[in-house]
């Protein structure tokens, strides 16, 4: 052979790490030295905190895990055994937690009802009765005042004797708001000592944490405990807010603690990605009764990797939360659904246009409140206001409490409300805005009645609305975001009922006394029943939620699936399209990114489109006056050198290069693994100490006699990190972290490596493309 092709050889020989045995290695004993690192020694493999997991590398782990379970079944009945409760274990997990989350939505609904009733009064022959169980019970009621029954007392009226006069009313006014700033300050103070992660809606949370992200203590025992106890203090004190959002937090958390049973979901956090995925739809599922909608909340909004598997699971644990739920039977009538209605009258082609107008509304009022509420939680990121958490609560809650008590829709729950502005009025509602005048000689079957004017009562009962929609508007975008648990499903759909039911009565009363004009008269006789304003309202909230969060197909779902109003997908399929191009053209973020680039989370939306003609090189670290790239040498480098450089530098991990001179890339080794790996080596095997040599070939430099015994880490090295050239354009380098989820990607040319980019320089690249500040993005 000639010269070159000897040193071609031996460099390839180099390249793949293989190299034959020499006598001073024979010398040395270092040719048939003991990999410590074949036995698996705990945390390898695991991730830091605030740091994103590696993908492609939990799937690999996984394949092997499987790979090695089929092998071994193959051995005994008992491998056989442990490898089909290995397969089943996914489907125990959704069990449990579809148990575990529709057990506690079902007591979180029932503490909410009796909590909020006992703001205004309490129940003598139970005090544990909400209002209307304790009237139930009451054999004193009569049908027109069902509200009204001897065992249920009013504060006033237990304390002083008198339930009616100006005396009463301040006395009941001032406990109301007592009773509200009790609980709200109960639940900050809870969240405040024992667990600061148990505030907010938690969903952005949840889809940073679904993303590949990592916030030890997110999903924790204390977090679920915390978080239950005060969202029905916090959502029983009044302020504008929901308990569906952190709902899907509770199911998760739900999740993760099933996890942690089984090795499969504790080790791979891959795997337990999926889980929480399913866990999600259940949180959806149980907050609504709305099975489908929660498996479809989950694929649409939340999840970032849903295979299909995942689908299957979110289904059955969805089923299982909603049936768990139902046999709870907190609304007591027997339905899964919070807002059931039966609408007697089909809806008309021309009402299309005021179904649309409200989706413009809808979208308007998402953009007006992701502005204001971002600006508001900058301000208390970056002023004062930030480190007084139950100050402001308390304030906002006072605020809140002393507002909304004189107007009956703001004082009652607002599940409640919305449950009222949905329904249609029959000839048995008690409700003012029900009170229309009736014709006297009107004799028709009872669901069946005709439009008729509109009474004192419902004139009235519109300036209370319209009153209520703007203080609902103003104060919900100062209630989220506090240190409470607070979601933003009710409070949107509450702003968007009130404003779809004036519109609706608005409409109902133009068709009633101008039914001769050319839009009414093809399908408004006199005498018919032709508008309904329940139905006004259910797309007002449809448009306003899809508004503020940007849902589409998942949104119409949880609608029908909420109100059981199947007949009416098309208004609202059009209301939610339009609230959506109508929100979109003021900026693409919902609520959700929005908060998640405010904390500055490695979020990469699949959504977010990259068009700029930028190239991997114009990203890559280091930059041109940046001190050049720490690397590893595959077989030159003491463990004294490996740790100095762990101690002065905070990457994620090291390239491992054949040496600083020709700079070829063998591998990528985790910073995380190269401690514990040294660490345990210094426990575990003689010999080991500064000066020894670490080496990432199969077989062990050549060394002198007198050198310490060198140590071989090729076990934790991966040898096919993901690489692209260096004239790789953007596009392709986003494409790649965005479906792969990957932590970091090299950059080479022609084998030899120039730099690295890593999801954070990814993240700050796009945020200086759309002239945002890259320094927002914190965490890797």
Known sequence: WSQEELLLFDDVLTWSGVSAATPTEEMNGAGNLMDFLDEPFPDVGTYEDFHTIDWLREKSRDTDRHRKITSKSKESMWELIKSLLDAWSGWVVMLLIGLLSGTLAGVIDLAVDWMTDLKEGVCLSAFWYSHEQCCWTSNETTF????????????AELMTGHAE??????????????????????????????????????????????SGFIIRGYLGKWTLLIKTVTLVLAVSSGLSLGKEGPLVHVACCCGNLFCSLFSKYSKNEGKRREVLSAAAAAGVSVAFGAPIGGVLFSLEEVSYYFPLKTLWRSFFAALVAAFTLRSINPFGNSRLVLFYVEYHTPWYMAELVPFILLGVFGGLWGTLFIRANIAWCRRRKTTQLGKYPVLEVIAV????????????????????????????????????????????????????????PAGPGVYNALWQLALALIFKIVITIFTFGMKIPSGLFIPSMAVGAIAGRIVGIAVEQMAYHHHDWIIFKNWCRPGADCVTPGLYAMVGAAACLGGVTRMTVSLVVIMFELTGGLEYIVPLMAAAVTS???????????????????????????????????????VMRPRRNDPPLAVLTQDSTTVEDVETLIKDTDYNGFPVVVSRE???????????????????????????????????????????????????????LNLSPFTVTDHTPMETVVDIFRKLGLRQCLVTRSGRLLGIITKKDVLRHMAQMMNQDPESIMFN
């Open 144 to 155: 027109d005042d069902r509200d009204k029954c001897p065992q249920w007392q009013k504060w």
């Open 165 to 210: 006069g100006a005396g009463a009313y301040v006395l009941n006014y001032f406990l109301y708001v007592l009773w509200a700033l009790l609980f709200s300050f109960l639940a900050v103070s809870l969240v405040r000592v024992f667990a600061p992660y148990a505030c907010g809606s938690g969903i952005p949370e949840i889809k940073t944490i679904l």
């Open 397 to 452: 809650t006072g605020i809140t409490a002393v507002l909304a008590y004189p107007n009956p829709y703001t004082r009652r729950s607002t599940s409640e409300l919305i449950s009222e502005l949905f329904n249609d009025c029959g000839a048995l509602e008690s409700s003012q805005l029900c009170d229309y005048i009736n014709n006297p000689n009107m004799s028709r079957p009872v669901d069946d009645i005709p439009d008729r």
């Open 580 to 618: 959506k191009w109508v929100a979109d053209a003021f900026g693409k973020e919902g609520i959700y990114e929005s908060h998640i680039q405010l904390n500055g989370y490695p979020y990469l939306d699949v959504r977010d489109e990259f068009t700029h003609r930028t190239l991997a090189t114009d």
């Open 662 to 716: 020709s700079e070829r890339l063998i591998g990528f080794v985790q910073r995380r693994d190269l401690t514990l790996a040294i660490k345990n080596a210094r426990q575990k095997q003689d010999g080991v100490v500064s000066s020894s040599v670490v080496y990432f070939t199969e077989d062990a430099p050549q060394l002198l006699a007198s050198n310490p015994q060198p140590l071989k880490l090729r076990r934790i």
